[in-house]
């Protein structure tokens, strides 16, 4: 993976370019970024730079050779100065780009495929491949679920570090570098422990890079000894601009897409998949449901939504968050400094109506935990069922016989 075919980044980027040329790069990385940022595609980006023989370092040393005579031959200038991307053409960059690099390991959560197994990340090589292929942009949640995981919980195993200090005492047999790539190192537990001497005494040229989502889940003593790159939000011109671009998506839904989004490619992702749903309706039916038609109506939506899937249930929950959130900054702003399409910019205004900010928070608050339940399974009637209670005694104080 080229650093051209990630979205946006563009410091971060310059910034891991200049730490390879300048022969600056630290011998344990944490990229940290949320989800939907591209942290995981930016790692792999990084790695095929690294390894890329147009590159690196190593290759200049090796085609220097040393003297007839016995002294230090003349300091060769690196093959790839002033280069800020990999060439893309070279046999490492080709195999890179296939996820095939013998120097490059791969470790990521995993679950046993029998009972009694002890799964390691190279058992599931294939799937990682054809994963990173069609959904770069993918969640553990999303991994999980395509290696048929279901309700089960994927684990960086005692076994797994195991074998990464058996990879990564070998000789590397092309790069000169051997790197090691963790996602998700927040599924490592506290056999990650035996992984602390290698990280902190490596071999020569041995580079770990851990890409993770939630710095206070990652064990202390691990992340202690690494360098932090954080990976910030992408912003709404970059997800609009990706989905014009790669999803083929007019402009005016993709900017649209992009603001919900928040900085979250995948989200945006979901979103388009789901952009003819018509979640204003959906939402105005509910809102009705809990404020002036009683609880006949409450329970005949409760039974319509909890029809739709996990992922549309989590998108409409999303979809409310947002318009929550785009109320605050109207009664904030003013309506001339917010740019929503018309319909979203109406509907925010009447929130403010039957709902102040400290109630909107709450809303808020309740959305996501709903959001995260919904992930975990959570059944759909009783959990949509407990929050339109909770929805209706947070604006009970404030209700208004017109609501929507």
């Known amino acids: 993976?080229?650093?051209?075919?990630?979205?946006?980044?563009?410091?971060?980027?310059?910034?891991?370019?200049?730490?390879?040329?300048?022969?600056?790069?630290?011998?344990?990385?944490?990229?940290?970024?949320?989800?939907?940022?591209?942290?995981?595609?930016?790692?792999?980006?990084?790695?095929?730079?690294v390894v890329c023989e147009k590159v690196n370092r190593k290759a200049a040393t090796e085609q220097a050779g040393p003297s007839l005579f016995g002294d230090e031959p003349p300091a060769a200038p690196r093959p790839g100065a002033g280069m800020l991307d990999s060439c893309g053409e070279c046999p490492s960059c080709q195999k890179m780009q296939q996820l095939m690099h013998p120097d490059v390991h791969y470790s990521y959560p995993v679950i046993p495929r029998k009972p009694g197994?002890?799964?390691?990340?190279?058992?599931?090589?294939?799937?990682?491949?054809?994963?990173?292929?069609?959904?770069?942009?993918?969640?553990?949640?999303?991994?999980?679920?395509?290696?048929?995981?279901?309700?089960?919980?994927?684990?960086?195993?005692?076994?797994?570090?195991?074998?990464?200090?058996?990879?990564?005492?070998?000789?590397?047999?092309?790069?000169?570098?051997?790197?090691?790539?963790?996602?998700?190192p927040e599924y490592l537990g506290n056999e990650g422990n035996k992984l602390l001497k290698l990280i902190e005494e490596p071999p020569p040229d041995t580079l770990f890079i851990l890409v993770a989502e939630n710095e206070s889940l990652i064990l202390q003593t691990i992340l202690s000894r690494t360098q932090l790159v954080k990976i910030p939000a992408l912003t709404h011109q970059e997800i609009s601009a990706a989905l014009i671009e790669?999803?083929?998506?007019?402009?005016?839904?993709?900017?649209?897409?992009?603001?919900?989004?928040?900085?979250?490619?995948?989200?945006?992702?979901?979103?388009?998949?789901?952009?003819?749903?018509?979640?204003?309706?959906?939402?105005?039916?509910?809102?009705?449901?809990?404020?002036?038609?009683?609880?006949?109506?409450?329970?005949?939506?409760?039974?319509?939504?909890?029809?739709?899937?996990?992922?549309?249930?989590?998108q409409f929950l999303r979809y409310f968050t947002h318009l929550l959130e785009q109320a605050i900054r109207l009664h904030a702003m003013g309506p001339a400094n917010l740019h929503l399409?018309?319909?979203?910019?109406?509907?925010?205004?009447?929130?403010?109506?039957?709902?102040?900010?400290?109630?909107?928070?709450?809303?808020?608050?309740?959305?996501?935990?709903?959001?995260?339940?919904?992930?975990?399974?959570?059944?759909?009637?009783?959990?949509?069922?407990?929050?339109?209670?909770?929805?209706?005694h947070i604006i009970a104080n404030k209700q208004t016989a017109t609501v929507i």
């Open 246 to 314: 790669k999803a083929k998506m007019a402009e005016d839904p993709a900017r649209q897409i992009a603001l919900i989004a928040e900085g979250n490619y995948r989200e945006a992702l979901q979103l388009m998949q789901h952009a003819d749903e018509d979640w204003q309706s959906l939402l105005r039916d509910w809102l009705n449901a809990i404020l002036k038609n009683g609880p006949i109506a409450q329970v005949k939506w409760i039974d319509e939504v909890s029809k739709l899937g996990r992922e549309k249930q989590k």
């Open 117 to 184: 197994d002890k799964p390691l990340s190279s058992d599931y090589i294939s799937e990682w491949r054809e994963f990173i292929a069609k959904y770069p942009y993918g969640n553990s949640y999303d991994w999980l679920q395509f290696i048929g995981a279901e309700n089960k919980q994927g684990n960086i195993t005692a076994y797994e570090c195991n074998d990464i200090i058996r990879k990564l005492s070998l000789k590397s047999f092309e790069s000169g570098f051997k790197i090691l790539l963790m996602w998700m």
């Open 1 to 49: 993976m080229l650093f051209k075919n990630v979205i946006g980044q563009a410091d971060a980027k310059l910034h891991l370019a200049n730490m390879v040329q300048q022969d600056r790069i630290s011998h344990a990385l944490l990229f940290l970024g949320k989800e939907g940022v591209g942290a995981l595609p930016l790692a792999i980006a990084f790695a095929q730079y």
């Open 341 to 392: 399409p018309d319909k979203e910019k109406d509907f925010a205004g009447r929130l403010n109506k039957i709902a102040a900010f400290n109630q909107q928070q709450a809303i808020i608050e309740e959305l996501d935990k709903a959001t995260y339940y919904i992930e975990r399974n959570a059944n759909a009637k009783m959990l949509f069922h407990a929050l339109t209670i909770k929805l209706y």
